[in-house]
Structure formats: C-alpha cells, structure tokens
C-alpha cells in the first residue's frame, strides 16, 4: 500500500513539474508572439482583473477563512481586496503617462542629437506568494507586471489550497493560462518554480526562503524583486500620547492575528512610561475585542498548527529566561488558535522574541532612556521593512528617520504606508530589494531600453580614428583641462609603463 501510494505522489509530482514546464513555454511562445502589448491591452486586462475580484469577493473571504481555520471576513475584503482594487486603480489610471517614453538630455557634446528611454516588457515574470495576504500580494505583483506588459505565472502557497482553487478559477475566466497562470500545493518542490529562466521573479516571504530563491535565479541571471520582512520597530517618543501610540500599535499587532510583514514586531517606550503604555495596550485590546478572542468574528487565528507551536516556543523560551508575559484574553478552548495578543516585558537580547520576527500576536515591549538610545537600539539590528514613529515634533521625527534606515515609514500609525499605491513598496538590506506598487512596480518590471538617434548631419566622424585632429584635442582639453606633471614619471609599484603591441 506504502509503495502503491509513493508512486501516485511521485507520478503526481512529476505531472505538476512538466505543467510548469509546459505553462513556461506557452507564455515565452505567446510573448515571442505579442511583445509590446499596447495601452489599451493592458488597461482591458487590469479592468477585468479588478471585475473578477468583485465578483469573487465572497467566495474569496470564505476560502482565506477556511485555510487559515478562521479569519474574518472583513479583514480579508478590507486588506486583500480592498487593497488589491485601489492598486488596480492607480495603476489603470496612471499607465498611458507611464508607458510614454522619457525624453533625455544628451551631453553637450551630442547637442542637436536626441536620446530617450522607452520602457519594454521583460517578458515572462515569476511571482511567488506567501500565506499571510494570499489574494493582495498575489495581485500587487500581477498587477504591476501586466501593467507593463509580460505575462506572469503565479505560485501561491501550499497552505491555502482553498484560496488558490477560487484564485485559479477567476482568473481562467479572464485570462488564458499563456498570459496569467497559476500553480500552488501541487507543486512539490518550489526550486521548480524558480529554476526556471524567468525574465524576474517577485518573492514576497522570510529573508531565508528569500536568500534560497536569489541562489535559484541567479543561475539564470534572473533579476529579482523579493518583499522580505524583519523586526519593524514602533518608536514611542517621550512627549507622544501614549494611549494613543497604544492603540495604533495594538491595531497592528492584532490586525489578521500579527501575521503580517509591516506589522510592529516591537515597541520602543520611555521607561518611565513603560506600565501606561502595557495598560493602554491591554484596554485597547478589550475595546476592540471584547476581552475574548475564541469564537470572535472580528479576530483572525493563527494559521496553522505549526505557526501555533512556533507561537508556544517562543513564548515558552522567554520566560524560561525571565521575561513577563501578560495576556490580553483567555486562550481559546480546545484546538482553536485564535491566539490572543501577547505582551513581553522584561527582555533580554538572548530571548528567541528579541531575535526572529515574530510574525504573530506577540507584542516584546523595550523600555528606552534617550532618543540616542531607541535609534542605537534600531541600528543594532538589520534593517527593517517597516518602520513607525510615533511623534509630533517635527524636529524630532525627522531625527529619527535621517539617522535609522527602513522599507518603509508611518508617522503616527501603522502600515497604511503600504496601501497607498502612487508609492514604492518594498525593503531594504535583509528586508528586501527592488519595489512595486505605482510608476515604481512598472519601472521594476520593464526594461529602461535607451534609445540614441543620431541626426543625419552630426558630424559624429570627428571622433573616428585616426587620432589626435584639431576637433578631439579641442574636446579633451576642454573637458579633462591639465594633467598633474609631477605625475608623469610614477607609475603604480610592480607596473611597467604601458607599450604598444608589437605586430609579427
């Protein structure tokens, strides 16, 4: 029976590699066929992009909620779709001006010459999607890449077989398999996927599946565009409301359980207002939710069973090593992993909470002196996607963001630096590369192609050899002026000067 079952995984697996293979080929073939799609094109397929997620909302909301074994409905038409349309949006409005060429100076030089940059499509764009905003960063990168012109393969998550049944459906109403495909749980083994000589990839995920994934393309010499995360601090400044920086940092932290990439992994807080932040963390946490968490529509659970175990460890580590931890709600009863919000104090740097991104609601709590101290605190560690300051002098916010380096900023909030899509997402450092979203998600996903016309008359000839005319003696003293003549003689150590071959 063992054997029998091996063979159909194996014959399984085999038969999703050779649809990728197969998927890749037809999409090369038809971009061969149709490589610079115009305005009107792309513009019609955005259109009935943003038509299928409308129609598909419902049953889009129920598939993340059964993969996810709950998530509110809400916030997945709120942050998946909502977010997922207004992208659409931007980007449909924007994209006659966009693909328009660029006009450049040319040198002084090259005067009466004329020199410009037209944006081409790259081709056949890999995407990669991770489990915790299934539909929205599955569509932000599709969006992008159509918008400029190439056709996309998609590789959603293994977890969220549900979601990518109904994501496959909507687009295969729309859009044949050689411009839009989809792949998911089927695929056995990613490195299929990023093996394959795409003209880039987009990865959005942990910095180590990242670095995997850059190892992958870069046998081919594939770019790639890869949304990372990392520890997003939120910076509470002395003279700050701390209730208010309170409740938006709980927001963040509880929003789709704090399985989110931009979510404040932690809290940097004056310590003498460590205790009025902790409280004003908990009283926002009851508004919001009621004091329960278990059976609430409004709260999103913990993935999966190996998110939730992840979730115990870490917290079990900490206080095995000091920390204090204070619980927002009562845990949910039985196998439910409504999880709720988690509040560390008491932090050492050798606890797993102060080292991995927590990527759930956990919320470490670091107390800090002086405004030296909190922006030390951040550089310490690799830089962020995200980071959030909570201040209203501007003197100071602007210390703040000369002197630390992130993906990204809210002032006075959280995350919806994001969501406002005439702006670049992306990361810097171990939290990504590259952007998308706006005129940037086009720019990254085509190819800048400068384009020199020479006018007939330009007497371009004067710079032909043989060398040393009036016209190019002129050019260089002017441009280079005089060298140094104390110079002349040195040479770097162990270098002869520099001969001309010898012809045989």
Request: proline share 7%.
């Amino acid at each position: 029976m063992n054997d029998t079952t091996d063979h159909l995984h194996a014959a399984a697996a085999m038969a999703a590699n050779d649809r990728v293979q197969q998927l890749f080929l037809s999409q090369q073939a038809a971009f061969a066929k149709q490589p610079f799609p115009s305005a009107d094109e792309r513009r019609a397929w955005l259109r009935s992009l943003k038509r299928q997620i409308q129609r598909y909302q419902d049953l889009l909301a129920q598939a993340m909620s059964e993969d996810f074994g709950y998530r509110s409905a809400d916030e997945s038409k709120m942050l998946d779709l909502l977010g997922s349309v207004l992208d659409i949006d931007h980007t449909a409005a924007h994209l006659r001006r966009w693909m328009k060429p660029s006009r450049r100076a040319t040198e002084l030089l090259f005067l009466t010459n004329r020199v410009e940059v037209r944006w081409q499509p790259k081709g056949v764009v890999g995407v990669i999607v991770p489990w915790n905003f299934p539909i929205y960063l599955a569509v932000g990168p599709l969006t992008a890449a159509l918008a400029a012109g190439n056709r996309v393969m998609i590789k959603m998550p293994e977890v969220t077989p549900a979601t990518n049944a109904v994501f496959r459906r909507l687009l295969g109403e729309v859009f044949g398999e050689d411009l839009v495909a989809v792949v998911g749980e089927e695929l056995a083994d990613p490195d299929v996927f990023t093996s394959k000589p795409f003209d880039h990839i987009v990865f959005t995920g942990s910095p180590a599946v990242g670095r995997i994934v850059m190892r992958s393309a870069a046998r081919n010499l594939t770019p790639v565009t890869l949304e990372l995360g990392g520890k997003s601090p939120a910076v509470v400044t002395r003279h700050y409301p701390v209730a208010d920086a309170a409740t938006r940092i709980t927001h963040g932290k509880s929003t789709n359980g704090g399985q989110i990439c931009v979510s404040p992994d932690y809290a940097l807080v004056p310590r003498e207002r460590m205790d009025a932040f902790v409280a004003g963390v908990r009283h926002t946490f009851e508004r919001f939710y009621g004091g329960r968490t278990d059976g609430n529509a409004d709260y999103t659970a913990v993935v999966n069973e190996r998110q939730w175990q992840r979730m115990q460890a870490l917290l079990d580590d900490a206080r095995s090593k000091g920390a204090r931890i204070e619980v927002c709600a009562p845990a949910p009863a039985g196998t439910g992993r409504q999880m709720p919000l988690h509040i560390v104090t008491q932090l050492t740097p050798d606890m797993r909470v102060m080292q991995e991104e927590l990527f759930g609601p956990i919320l470490p709590v670091v107390p800090y002196d002086t405004t030296d101290d909190a922006i030390a605190f951040v550089n310490a560690r690799p830089r962020p996607l995200a980071l959030y300051c909570f201040s209203h002098d501007a003197a100071e916010r602007d210390e703040l963001l000369r002197r630390t380096h992130s993906g990204g900023v809210a002032v006075n909030d959280w995350g919806w630096q994001v969501v406002n899509h005439d702006a670049p997402f992306g990361g810097i450092g171990n939290s990504g590369m590259g952007t998308y979203h706006g005129v940037e998600g086009f720019r990254e996903l085509s190819h800048a192609r400068t384009v020199f016309q020479r006018q007939r008359f330009f007497p371009i000839d004067l710079f032909y050899p043989p060398y040393g005319g009036f016209v190019q003696r002129l050019v260089l003293k002017f441009y280079l002026r005089r060298a140094d003549p104390s110079l002349a003689a040195t040479r770097a150590p162990g270098t002869d000067p520099v001969a001309p071959p010898r012809l045989s």
